[in-house]
C-alpha cells in the first residue's frame, strides 16, 4: 500500500479505513447464542436470515460508523474455533461487560489485566468461541 498516510492504514476512496469490515461467529445452536449475545451485549439482535447455505443473525450496525458489522452464523461450513482466530470486542467498561458476560454464561480463559494502554480479559462463549473483551484504560 503506497500513499502519504503511514504505512499501517488502508485507504478505500481517498479515506483511511479498517481491513475488517465483518465478523462472522460460528455458532451449534443459533437461537442459545442470540439469547447469549442479546444478554451480554445488551443488544437486540437482528431476525435471522438464510444466506447460500447457512442461518445468518446479525447484530446492530451503523454502515456509516467505524468498526465492523458482525453476525452469528450456523451452517455447516462454520464450526466453533476454540483454537483458532479470536475475535476481540470494545467496551467502555470492562468489569460491566465481562459481569454481563460471565452472567449469560461464558467462561473467562485470561484477565481482566492490563495491556498497552488497554484493561483486557479473553472469555469463551456459549459456543465455543474465544472471545476478547478490550477497553481503553482512563
Known amino acids: 500500500v503506497e500513499g502519504d498516510y503511514p504505512a499501517h492504514h488502508l485507504k ?8 475488517v469490515m465483518h465478523v462472522e461467529i460460528p455458532v451449534a445452536d443459533l437461537a442459545r447464542a442470540t439469547a447469549f449475545y ?9 431476525a435471522p436470515v438464510q444466506v447460500h447455505d447457512c442461518t445468518m443473525a446479525y447484530l446492530p450496525f451503523d454502515d456509516d460508523a467505524g468498526g465492523a458489522s458482525m453476525a452469528l452464523v450456523q451452517g455447516a461450513d462454520y464450526r466453533t474455533p476454540e483454537r483458532g482466530a479470536r475475535t476481540s470486542i470494545g467496551v467502555d467498561d470492562l468489569d460491566a461487560s ?7 454464561g461464558a467462561t473467562l480463559r485470561f484477565g481482566p489485566a492490563e495491556a498497552g494502554g488497554w484493561h ?11 472471545i476478547a473483551e478490550q477497553a481503553p484504560m482512563a
Open 12 to 19: 478505500r476512496s481517498g479515506a483511511a479505513m479498517n481491513p
Open 38 to 46: 442479546q444478554r451480554w451485549l445488551q443488544v437486540v439482535i437482528h
Open 98 to 104: 465481562l459481569a454481563r458476560a460471565l452472567q449469560a
Open 120 to 130: 483486557v480479559a479473553d472469555t469463551v462463549d456459549s459456543e465455543g468461541n474465544r
